[in-house]
């Protein structure tokens, strides 16, 4: 059986956990921490999350794992057939993870964690984002789903990024990224119905203050 190795609050590990429910696989939680300790680096290289635990070993890198679960498992595909509504479709993953996720991964200890972070950071963020957003406007189709007619896996970082990336908009700039962006707006929400997301989602809360609670400690 597949093993996911991470914890409920990472969005990334929650694209992962997503798609293996969307795809009906059977798989096992495995509770794993980042860090850098010699037990979590010989799980991860990098101490990050999330793993997939395969026969073979572990595979880490969320994008990587998900390409991964495609080629060699069963279920309702996630990427596309053809070469090339293939690309987009992973084009438009690194676009939302590079120029959306990114930017606002910077700003999440104040958005989040109350830390503070440098105006200068915050201004840099601030302005990717947009320019992130807006290239996401051009790129993405909503028609219905982010590529096209089907669910993808670019439906799965759209979920799990630019949700995060509209929550730092709002806290620290008062802005709604998704403001001209009316068929991404109701998507997101949309998506987030699924039943597969709410359970995702709730796992989530039910793993919050376990989280909060590590992060105070380490404060």
Do not use: W
Request: contains cysteine; charged residues 20%; hydrophobic residues 50%.
């Amino acid at each position: 059986m597949l093993k996911l190795y991470g914890f409920s609050v990472s969005n990334y590990y929650n694209m992962v956990k997503l798609a293996l429910m969307e795809k009906g696989l059977p798989f096992e939680e495995v509770p794993f921490y980042a860090g850098q300790t010699p037990e979590a680096l010989a799980v991860s290289p990098r101490g990050k999350v999330p793993v997939l635990g395969v026969k073979q070993g572990f595979i880490n890198e969320t994008s990587v794992i998900l390409e991964y679960i495609e080629q060699t498992q069963e279920g309702p595909a996630l990427l596309p057939a053809d070469p090339f509504q293939r690309a987009q479709v992973l084009a438009l993953c690194r676009e939302i993870e590079l120029y959306i996720e990114l930017p606002a991964r910077a700003c999440f200890a104040e958005a989040f964690f109350g830390m503070p972070v440098p105006e200068a950071i915050k201004e840099k963020s601030k302005a990717e984002l947009l320019l992130g957003v807006s290239s996401l406007g051009r790129h993405g189709k909503f028609a219905p789903y982010v590529a096209g007619e089907s669910f993808t896996i670019a439906d799965i970082y759209f979920m799990y990024s630019v949700n995060l990336a509209c929550a730092v908009g709002e806290k620290l700039f008062g802005l709604d990224l998704l403001a001209g962006l009316a068929a991404a707006k109701a998507l997101l929400e949309r998506l987030h119905g699924m039943p597969n997301a709410q359970k995702v989602a709730a796992d989530r809360e039910a793993a919050m203050p376990a989280f909060m609670a590590m992060i105070a400690a380490r404060k």
